[in-house]
C-alpha cells in the first residue's frame, strides 16, 4: 500500500510522555517527522522530541497552540486511563477524555489538519450491541469522545480515523500496577502475585506495535472516518499470561488464582485485524511469547 511521506511534516502527540505516546514519538521522528510531545507537564529525556506543557481541558490554551503551531498531523494520546468503576471516576475521565478531545477537534478544524488520529478503547461497547453500555466511566467517556470523531469528520469533513487500541503492554509501562509488569515485579522479587480468577480473554499487543499503527494510522491513504483496531486479533487468557510469565521466570511453582474479586462487566472484544490490514497496510509483527520474553528482560535488567 502506497503510504504518504511523512518526512519533514509536524506532527503532535498529545500524551507523548506517556508509555505508549513515547513510542509514537519514536516512530515518528525515525521517520522524519518533527515531533511535538504535548503534555502536562514536559519532560526533556527525549532528545529528538520538542516538548510542550499544555492543558488540553482548558480551551483558551488548547485554541492558541494548535492555531500557533499548526500541526500537519494529530495523534491524540492524552488520556485519564483509569478502568476503576468508582463514582470518583466520572469527573476525572470526563474531562480528561471527552473534554480535552473536544477541544482538540474544534481547535483544529479551521487548521487544514491533514489527519487527526483519535485513540479508541477495547472498552468502548460496540454501536452493533444493540444498546451499547459503556463498562466504566472512562469507557463512557472513550465512547463519547469517539462519536465526536465521527461526527466531526461526516458533519465538517474533518480527516479523523479512530485507532481503537487493545490491551498494551511491554518494557518500561509506567503503571506498574497493570497485570504484566505487577506479575514480572513480584517473581523479580520472590513474592506470589495475589490475581483475580484470570479467566477473562484479552487481545494483548505488544506497545512497538501499536507505535507502528499509528505511523500507518496517519500515511496511509483513504481511512478518513475509519474505526480501525490495533490489536492481533488473537484471545488469550489472564491465566494464560501469568502461566506463560511463570515460566519465563523459570518459576517451577505454577500461580495461584482466585484472590482477588473480578471486576463488573468486563468486556471480551477480538480486534478486527483483516480490517486494520486492509486499509492501513499493517499488522502486528510481535507474537505475544515474543513480547513477554522482552518485557519480563526488561524488569529483570532494571532490577
Known amino acids: 500500500m502506497l503510504m504518504k511521506d511523512i518526512g519533514g511534516a509536524s506532527v503532535m502527540v498529545t500524551g507523548g510522555r506517556g508509555f505508549v505516546g513515547r513510542r509514537v514519538c519514536d516512530a515518528f521522528a525515525a521517520a522524519g517527522a518533527q515531533v511535538h510531545s504535548v503534555n502536562r507537564q514536559v519532560d526533556d529525556s527525549q532528545p529528538n522530541v520538542t516538548q510542550h506543557a499544555l492543558d488540553l481541558s482548558d480551551w483558551q490554551a488548547t485554541s492558541r497552540w494548535v492555531r500557533d503551531q499548526r500541526p500537519d498531523f494529530i495523534c491524540h494520546l492524552a488520556s485519564h486511563v483509569y478502568g476503576a468503576r468508582d463514582v470518583e471516576m466520572v469527573l476525572p475521565t470526563l474531562h480528561g477524555n471527552l473534554t480535552s478531545t473536544v477541544n482538540l477537534l474544534t481547535a483544529a478544524q479551521t487548521t487544514g489538519i491533514e489527519r487527526v488520529v483519535l485513540t479508541g478503547s ?21 465512547y463519547a469522545a469517539s462519536s465526536y470523531g465521527r461526527m466531526f469528520h461526516a458533519l465538517y469533513g474533518m480527516p479523523v480515523v479512530q485507532l481503537r487500541v487493545f490491551m498494551v503492554y511491554g518494557p518500561a509501562q509506567r503503571d506498574e500496577k497493570k497485570l504484566i509488569p505487577y506479575v514480572c515485579n513480584e517473581l523479580l522479587a520472590g513474592r506470589r502475585p495475589t490475581l483475580s480468577s484470570g479467566v477473562r480473554e484479552v487481545d494483548w499487543i505488544y506497545v512497538d506495535d501499536v507505535a507502528q499503527a499509528y505511523l500507518a494510522a496517519c500515511t496511509a491513504p483513504g481511512v478518513e472516518g475509519k474505526t480501525l483496531d490495533a490489536g492481533t486479533g488473537v484471545l488469550t487468557s ?3 499470561v501469568v502461566e506463560m510469565l511463570f515460566d519465563i521466570a523459570g518459576e517451577q511453582d505454577g500461580p495461584e488464582f482466585g484472590g482477588l474479586e473480578e471486576r463488573a462487566l468486563e468486556r471480551v472484544c477480538r480486534a478486527r485485524v483483516d480490517e486494520a490490514r486492509s486499509a492501513l497496510g499493517w499488522e502486528p509483527a510481535y507474537a505475544l511469547a515474543d513480547g513477554l520474553r522482552k518485557t519480563f528482560e526488561y524488569y529483570r535488567r532494571r532490577s
Open 122 to 142: 477495547l472498552e468502548e461497547p460496540d454501536d452493533d450491541d444493540g444498546w451499547p453500555v459503556p463498562s466504566s466511566p472512562y469507557a463512557a467517556a472513550k
Open 238 to 240: 489472564v491465566r494464560g
